[in-house]
């Protein structure tokens, strides 16, 4: 069936470090969207992509959409404690994903240690 | 209302019983997602209503889960004859309007089926 699947699954860094997370579609994305959620909480909407080759940055964050619209990546430079969550991405499918539902890979936790 | 609304937080059920659990979006927002999210995981899609239209409940595991939205604002899924594999946390979810937009999530609730 339709997948996304997201890479790694767990990410250590050192507070400070950079962090990637990497969201790969079996079939071609109509949109991307990226949902934050902390622990104990919530998804809270990131950032939604369309366009084919998009970059998009929020002071430290900054995301991508790949020119075929099959994969999508986050990156944070500078990890700080506050970044502490699973990051998820969530795709919509051209050929269905459940009548404009997102199909939301398996998430990366990031750990940062002080 | 300021965001979205899930009631209970915490619902224990003996295997075999109904629960109901209830979902009040943001006011005006067109439609409304449920989503299922086991421990670790991402969210799985469940069913998406356009106003009190159910128009997507591919995601729904079985006919024990029913989802309605009589007036096209709050919602209730309810489960029949719980079982073990229920246990979850289901999430709500509503946007402004129809089509892809950033989903708003609620706390979810939290079902433990014993």
């Known amino acids: 069936g339709q997948q996304v699947m997201q890479i790694p699954q767990y990410q250590h860094v050192q507070e400070g470090e950079d962090f990637t997370t990497y969201c790969n579609s079996s079939?071609?994305?109509?949109?991307i969207q990226w949902y934050k959620q902390r622990p104990g909480g919530h998804p809270v909407f990131l950032i939604q992509?369309?366009?084919?080759?998009e970059v998009k940055k929020q002071k430290r964050l900054t995301f991508q959409f790949g020119e075929a619209k099959k994969n999508s990546s986050l990156h944070i430079t500078a990890t700080q404690t506050t970044d502490v969550g699973t990051y998820f991405c969530?795709?919509?499918?051209?050929?269905?994903?459940?009548?404009?539902?997102?199909?939301f890979g398996k998430g990366t936790h990031l750990i940062i240690q002080p | 209302g300021a965001g979205v609304s899930q009631s209970p937080r915490y619902k224990v059920a003996k295997r075999g019983q109904d629960v109901a659990l209830r979902c009040d979006p943001i006011?005006?927002?067109?439609?409304l997602f449920w989503y299922q999210q086991a421990l670790g995981q991402g969210p799985e899609f469940l069913t998406y209503?356009?106003?009190?239209?159910?128009?997507?409940k591919s995601g729904l595991p079985s006919d024990r889960f029913f989802a309605e939205r009589p007036e096209g604002s709050v919602s209730t899924l309810k489960i029949q004859r719980t079982q073990q594999e229920d246990s979850a946390v289901y999430l709500c979810?509503?946007?402004?309007?129809?089509?892809?937009?950033?989903?708003?999530f609620g706390s979810g609730t939290q079902l433990s089926v014993l």
């Open positions: 079939t071609t994305l109509s949109n």
């Open positions: 209503f356009q106003n009190e239209a159910q128009l997507d």
């Open positions: 992509l369309v366009k084919s080759g």
């Open positions: 979810a509503s946007s402004s309007r129809s089509g892809v937009e950033k989903l708003f």
């Open positions: 969530a795709g919509t499918m051209y050929s269905g994903g459940g009548a404009d539902g997102l199909t």
């Open positions: 006011s005006g927002h067109v439609s």
